[in-house]
């Protein structure tokens, strides 16, 4: 096997849309890359920021953060509210330097199987053309994570 | 030490055809805190479940990950088991092997790398997870539904059969709405207040239905189940126990110029008035504006005539304060008036009338008893000219919206016209005819070619008066737009579907949203239609957006059904999983600053000031607090708070940090 | 009181009485009118219609003269040229690029600050009120008030009474003692720049509206335009070939109608100027100075 | 000058290319026909301006060749009507003006608008000499335009009399001004074009 760099990729996804369209994915068996790896959320509404950092800390090389279509929220504004969010903070991470390109914001709605397994496979790609994001493991070498462990 | 129990499910071949089960619960049992790990064929089977109930009482498990398929799947199944086990359900995960793994990647470690690294996370937030109780909040069953016309009654009549109580609220003397001032309907061309008058009055002889008529909510509190509403009985004058509805002082009340609202101010009537015969309840009311008694202090003729001597000019508004459980809008909707209409004069030529006013002339209980007279000297128009889309599709002065029900209505104010006056012409200007319904094309069709409605396609650019004839300045886009001048003796014009008067104040005080028309917002334009996005308060009828009466009572039905099923239990469960804002020992009391920023952000208004006092009842603080009945968990007030003084149950921020944590590292 | 003012070239040839009405009135009523000086044509139809950046240019001259001359606001009694100096203002301030371009092209500033008054607005703002102390003969004339479509159109950018069916001239004339129509072709157009290169079109715009005011028993028909005037009152042959019959309505401009009320003479106001006679009928109500002082006494 | 909803084309339409000179967006038609309605002139025209709108929306250069070669546009006097009722606020004048201009450049002008053009010309042959409209020349200009020598003989002298024409034109004093702002503005023209 040749040594191919394999991004960690984390996908933040609400429950309602894109959970539901990743598990579509499954029942239609379309496969994609096994690099990415789903944590549940009621709402993109619900993701703060911070967690992204935290992925990246811990070593994520991507990340996903995918929910409902504008107007189709469960909770009818949340993912508005995720969305303007996002417009901010990324200028904010734009400024700290962080490579925002390693966040791929989405829609993908219970009905997109298919749409999801594209999506993770771009990403991925993307993501393994980006390389390993060792320099934010270097700027953020938190060892708090280790105690949660023990909690 | 956490004692959490790990099964692996094979589903068949679904799971282990690509992933190595047993080794994914080999390497769990080594994780640290699980206390026991297994894999088996068929988890969600009965010796599956039964396998989780054993093992959490031998084993004394206080936590279960199921790996198997996806949560969305046999979330409940699992839950129950656990809670059958003796365990609270909410001790329960799982982990989407199947979905998101077996069934989406090829066979080989990487695979199985992945479901062990997914039964690690979830291992680790189950250990933070907590034991919750389903919410449960008691219900009033007694609805509240606002605005008598067509879609109110039928819904507070769908409600009250189901054996609940209903209160009605009604802004006018009488209920009825607008469906009691049309003539006939399409598509069928049935009288209108035919079929609705033995509704109006089933709606008042209800044992389960309180009728408040000439009445207003005035506020809202509480959450669904529980709300307390205010409600102004404005004073009719009379006292209603007393009076009969003899109608005699009416008859002489010596005020008698006054323009309908009934007969869109094409017939009059007294101070002291029941808007039209037929009216529910049949009680009148002083219309303290026009009573000289009240404007001027002398009359004081209907007290003198009154039999029982029922009038009571003393009365004042009355301020109810009722408890119901469930409330449905049903306010309806209003039309342009013609004054709206600067190229059609601005509403000053007579014969320039609105299509509520011809169904009014048309109608044989209207001020021309249903003969088709125009406005200004009672002729009989022999051309009349209907003008589609008036203030519709235009978004330069009017909506931008199509107001739905014009094209039908027009085609019916055609027919009725046709069959009315024989020798009479009728032109229609029109951009499109939008008569999708069920029998609504053949009806269209049918005032073409039976009764020769004459269309012409093109908009009229403008109406004026010459010699008593009103002169319509159009084109017909379909000969290459030339002009065409019509010689009209009336104009009618379907003027747009609008938001009823106060909608947008009512919405406020209520708590739900409206669109940018001023028309209620239903939760899903699809899959939500009659709801709001306040758990308990339901939509019906053309408060949402223009409907005719086939649309407006079928949403009634499923408002009633909704309410009905709000009302089948004595307790709302709700999901547990809402957000909190912490509280801590004093002088802190909460990590919250009190900023509010949060508070605009909940889609469904949850978040509240709370005052924090100390024992001489001094505020020494003020915090949000979120209310759990209102609160849907969405979590967006937790991610944006930035003292981090909110939290959500189910998906706390210690949870989801540690599963982010767990996700990317190994032990 | 002291206020800008803009002839324009109508009212400099053709339309020479409306100056001199005007400039009467002005008198009448203390007003002071100051030209702007070396003032130019603002191109009218004509540059519109074949040369947009002309078209902006040749008002912004005007505009950027009547700045430097310290005149806040300028009277414009000409709709064409109200129009076409309103509009300009509009697009300038609402496009920073064209501004430059235009700055550039005419080699002046212009600041786009000038409010820019036509016949009525003036009227109304400074005279209105100081009518009634005036007046010595009202105007008790059956009337049909013409505005044309210049001084209503584009509403978005005028924002001048009312799109259809205005109100303020007719407002005017009833305060002069007239009687004022309402008809359905105020702000219908006369056929405008179509004078002389295609004066059948002018016969039959403006005969329709005529034909109308004439039915509804106007003895008089007011403008506050130059082309109105010389369409409806010189093109009167056109007109009447259209109509296939003769009408002599005299065509007034409405400072001539107010100057008449207000006691100035027929000849100051060039009502000989006319090419249809203005023969109305004499009026005989005048008011004696006695009851204007009696008036005047009363509600100062 | 490019907008969000407009897609730059390979073979960019007449519809755009007013799209990006005037800003007016031929699709927001939706052929009402109200401004045909309503324009004065709309049954001297060979095209009612609803259909002028139709025709740029369809893109074929036929009709768009047509368009301007078409009588409608010398014959729209920009009076305003239909802009002012259309219920999607499409400005047509604005876009008749702007087919004039093209017109005129390419040569293409009806052949029944020579008079309305000859008057046109000549009006601002007036102003760029002398700053000012000159009737009288103006009329003279005309008619030696238009060779139509006998239009007014009847009104000029009456005109005359009652002191309506002058004989001698007014100059502005700035006249080398008003020749620079013409050769700009219709140098300006040809760079744009
Ligand atoms: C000219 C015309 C002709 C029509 N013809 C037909 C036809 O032939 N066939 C057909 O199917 N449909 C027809 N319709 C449509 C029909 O009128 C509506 O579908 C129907 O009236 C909608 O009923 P509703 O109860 O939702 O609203 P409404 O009839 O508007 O009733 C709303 C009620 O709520 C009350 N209300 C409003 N605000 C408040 C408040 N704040 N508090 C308390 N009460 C309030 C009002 O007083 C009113 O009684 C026609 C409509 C028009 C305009
Ligand atoms: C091409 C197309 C595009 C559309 N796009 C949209 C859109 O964008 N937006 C929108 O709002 N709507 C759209 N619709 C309309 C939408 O599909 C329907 O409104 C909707 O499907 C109706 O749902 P239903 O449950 O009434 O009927 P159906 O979806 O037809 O379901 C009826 C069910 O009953 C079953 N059944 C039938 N007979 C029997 C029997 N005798 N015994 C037992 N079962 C039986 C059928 O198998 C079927 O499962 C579209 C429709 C079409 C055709
Ligand atoms: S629990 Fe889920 S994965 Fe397991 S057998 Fe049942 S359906 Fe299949
Ligand atoms: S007269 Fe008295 S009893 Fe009769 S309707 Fe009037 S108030 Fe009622
Ligand atoms: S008191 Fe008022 S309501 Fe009664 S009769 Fe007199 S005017 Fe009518
Ligand atoms: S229903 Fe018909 S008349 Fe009414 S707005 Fe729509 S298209 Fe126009
Ligand atoms: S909970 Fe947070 S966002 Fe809300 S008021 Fe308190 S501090 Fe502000
Ligand atoms: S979780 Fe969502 S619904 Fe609940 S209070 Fe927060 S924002 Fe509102
Ligand atoms: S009025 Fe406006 S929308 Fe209607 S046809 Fe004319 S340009 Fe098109
Ligand atoms: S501006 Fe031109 S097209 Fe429009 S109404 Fe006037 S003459 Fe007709």
């Not at chain 3, 109308?212 to 335009?225: K, N, T």
Request: glycine share 6%.
């Amino acid at each position: 096997m040749s040594e191919k760099f394999e991004p960690k990729v984390v996908a933040f996804v609400c429950n309602w849309c894109t959970y539901a369209g990743a598990d579509l994915t499954g029942t239609s068996r379309i496969k994609y890359a096994p690099n990415v790896k789903i944590i549940r959320f009621p709402c993109t509404g619900r993701i703060d920021f911070m967690l992204l950092m935290k992925a990246f800390a811990n070593g994520a090389d991507g990340i996903i953060v995918s929910g409902c279509h504008p107007n189709d929220c469960h909770y009818s504004t949340g993912n508005f509210h995720a969305r303007r969010r996002w417009m901010v903070f990324k200028s904010m991470l734009e400024f700290m330097g962080v490579d925002t390109r390693r966040i791929v914001f989405s829609w993908v709605s219970a009905a997109e199987g298919a749409k999801w397994a594209q999506l993770v496979n771009t990403s991925v790609e993307e993501f393994r053309k980006l390389g390993s994001y060792d320099a934010y493991k270097q700027v953020a070498k938190l060892n708090i994570e280790k105690e949660v462990f023990n909690g | 030490m956490a004692r959490i129990g790990v099964f692996i499910c094979h589903c068949g071949e679904n799971i282990s055809a690509t992933v190595d089960c047993a080794k994914v619960a080999a390497v769990a049992s080594n994780f640290p805190g699980v206390a026991y790990s297994v894999d088996y064929k068929y988890m969600c089977s009965d010796p599956g479940q039964r396998m989780i109930i054993d093992a959490i009482k031998e084993k004394k498990l206080d936590g279960i990950v199921v790996g198997s398929c996806s949560p969305r799947m046999h979330e409940p199944t699992f839950r129950r088991a656990t809670a059958e086990g003796g365990l609270n359900p909410f001790l329960c995960e799982m982990a989407n092997l199947r979905e998101h793994c077996s069934w989406v990647h090829e066979k080989g470690d990487v695979t199985t790398a992945k479901a062990i690294d997914l039964v690690r996370t979830l291992v680790e937030k189950v250990k933070r997870n907590t034991p919750l109780l389903p919410i449960k909040v008691p219900v009033t069953k007694t609805a509240l539904v606002i605005g008598g016309g067509v879609a109110g009654i039928q819904a507070a009549l769908d409600i009250a059969n189901t054996g609940h109580k209903v209160v009605m609220v009604e802004r006018d003397p009488s209920i009825g709405g607008h469906m009691s001032q049309l003539s006939e309907t399409f598509p069928t061309l049935d009288c209108s207040q035919c079929i609705l008058t033995p509704r109006m009055v089933e709606v008042a002889q209800h044992p389960n239905i309180t009728l408040y008529t000439y009445a207003e909510v005035e506020s809202l509190d509480g959450f669904v189940g529980n709300f307390k509403v205010k409600i102004r009985k404005k004073a009719k004058s009379i006292n209603e126990k007393d009076c009969t509805g003899c109608g005699l002082c009416c008859t002489k009340c010596p005020t008698k110029k006054i323009p309908s609202e009934f007969e869109q101010g094409l017939g009059f009537r007294s101070a002291i008035y029941v808007p039209f015969p037929q009216a529910v309840p049949n009680k009148p009311v002083i219309d303290k504006e026009n009573c000289t008694y009240y404007t001027k202090g002398k009359c004081r003729v209907c007290e003198k005539v009154c039999p029982t001597k029922a009038i009571r000019f003393d009365q004042e508004d009355e301020i109810l304060e009722i408890e119901i459980g469930a409330i449905v809008i049903c306010t309806g909707f209003n039309i342009l008036k013609t004054s709206f209409f600067p190229e059609y004069g601005y509403g000053v030529y007579k014969d320039v009338i609105d299509g509520l006013q011809f169904e009014r002339l048309a109608s044989a209980s209207g001020p021309t008893l249903g003969e088709i007279r125009r406005p200004s000297d009672g002729k009989i128009p022999q051309k009349i000219v209907f003008i589609a889309c008036a203030g519709s599709r235009d978004p330069a002065k009017g909506i931008e919206y199509c107001s739905k029900i014009c094209c039908m209505y027009t085609a019916k104010h055609a027919m009725l016209y046709k069959h009315k006056v024989h020798e009479g012409k009728a032109y229609i200007f029109y951009m499109d005819i939008r008569a999708g319904g069920k029998m609504y094309e053949e009806f269209v069709r049918r005032a073409i070619v039976e009764d020769e409605a004459q269309y012409i396609r093109g908009r009229v650019s403008k109406v004026y008066e010459k010699n008593g004839k009103l002169i319509v300045v159009g084109a017909d886009t379909l000969l290459g737009a030339m002009p065409v001048e019509i010689e009209a003796d009336m104009v009618v014009l379907a003027t747009a579907g609008i938001a009823s008067e106060g909608a947008e104040s009512l919405a406020q005080k209520l708590h739900v949203s409206y669109d940018a028309y001023k028309f209620f917002a239903e939760a899903h334009p699809k899959l939500k239609p009659v709801e709001t996005n306040t758990a308990g308060i339901f939509l019906a009828g053309a408060c949402q957006a223009p409907k005719d009466i086939p649309e407006s009572v079928s949403a009634a039905s499923g408002a009633a059904v909704k309410v009905a099923a709000l009302f089948s239990n004595d307790e709302l469960t709700r999901d547990p999983m809402v957000a909190f804002v912490n509280r801590t020992a004093p002088p802190v009391f909460s990590t919250c600053v009190g900023c509010f920023l949060c508070q605009p952000v909940c889609p469904y208004q949850a978040i509240e000031k709370e005052e924090i006092k100390d024992r001489q009842g001094k505020t020494i603080k003020t915090v949000a607090r979120i209310n759990p009945g209102l609160c849907q968990g969405c979590g967006t007030c937790v991610a944006l708070c930035r003292n981090k003084a909110i939290d959500i149950l189910g998906y706390t921020n210690e949870q989801v940090y540690t599963e982010v944590v767990a996700l990317l590292n190994e032990y | 009181m002291k206020i800008g003012f803009y002839p324009g070239c109508s009212l400099n040839g053709g339309s020479k009485e409306y100056k001199d009405s005007v400039y009467a009135l002005a008198k009448q009523f203390d007003i002071e009118l100051v030209y702007i000086p070396d003032w130019n044509c603002c191109g009218a139809t004509a540059a519109h219609n074949l040369n947009k950046e002309l078209s902006l240019s040749l008002p912004s001259r005007i505009l950027a003269i009547a700045e430097r001359e310290g005149l806040k606001d300028i009277l414009v009694p000409c709709a064409a040229c109200y129009s076409r100096l309103t509009v300009t203002q509009h697009e300038l301030n609402h496009d920073e690029n064209l501004k430059k371009r235009i700055t550039d092209i005419i080699e002046m500033p212009v600041k786009g600050t000038t409010r820019i008054l036509n016949i009525i607005q003036w009227i109304e703002e400074f005279i209105l009120e100081k009518i009634p102390y005036k007046m010595f003969k009202p105007f008790n004339h059956k009337v049909a008030c013409y505005y044309g479509c210049l001084l209503v159109r584009p509403h978005e950018i005028l924002k001048f009474d009312r799109e259809e069916n205005p109100e303020s001239m007719d407002k005017l004339m009833k305060a002069v003692g007239a009687d004022s129509i309402d008809w359905a072709f105020k702000t219908e157009c006369c056929g405008a720049g179509f004078s002389v290169s295609r004066t059948d079109i002018v016969g039959k715009l403006s005969g329709k509206l005529m034909a109308d005011a004439v039915d509804r028993g106007a003895e008089a028909i007011i403008v506050a335009c130059p082309m109105c005037h010389s369409n409806l009152d010189m093109r009167r042959p056109a007109i009447n070939k259209y109509l296939g019959k003769n009408i002599d309505i005299p065509i007034l401009y409405i400072s001539q109608a107010i100057g008449l009320a207000v006691g100035i003479d027929e000849h100051t106001l060039g009502l000989h100027r006319h090419m249809v006679d203005v023969n109305l009928k004499e009026n005989t109500t005048t008011v004696t100075k006695e009851k204007i002082k009696e008036k005047t006494e009363t509600e100062v | 000058m490019s907008h969000e909803n407009h897609h730059s084309h390979a073979n960019p339409t007449l519809a755009d290319e007013i799209h990006d000179h005037t800003e007016v967006l031929a699709a927001k038609c939706y052929q009402c026909g109200k401004c045909s309605a309503g324009c004065p002139l709309s049954d001297e025209m060979d095209y009612p301006p609803s259909v002028v709108m139709r025709m740029l929306q369809t893109g074929m250069p036929e009709l768009e060749e047509k368009l301007l070669r078409s009588y409608t546009i010398w014959l729209c006097l920009t009076c305003e009507m239909c802009i002012a009722r259309c219920p999607m606020e499409v400005d047509i004048p604005k876009v008749m003006d702007y087919l004039r201009e093209k017109t005129l450049k390419a040569g293409k002008a009806n052949p029944k608008a020579k008079n309305i053009i000859s008057f046109h010309k000549a009006f601002l042959d007036s102003i760029q000499k002398t700053g000012r409209l000159y009737e009288m020349g103006l009329i003279v200009d005309y008619k030696m335009r238009s060779l139509n020598m006998m239009q007014d003989v009847a009104v000029a002298p009456k005109m005359f009399m009652k002191g309506k024409l002058s004989i001698l034109p007014e100059l502005i004093k700035e006249r080398k001004k008003m020749e620079s702002i013409f050769k700009k503005t219709f140098k300006n023209k040809e760079a744009s074009k």
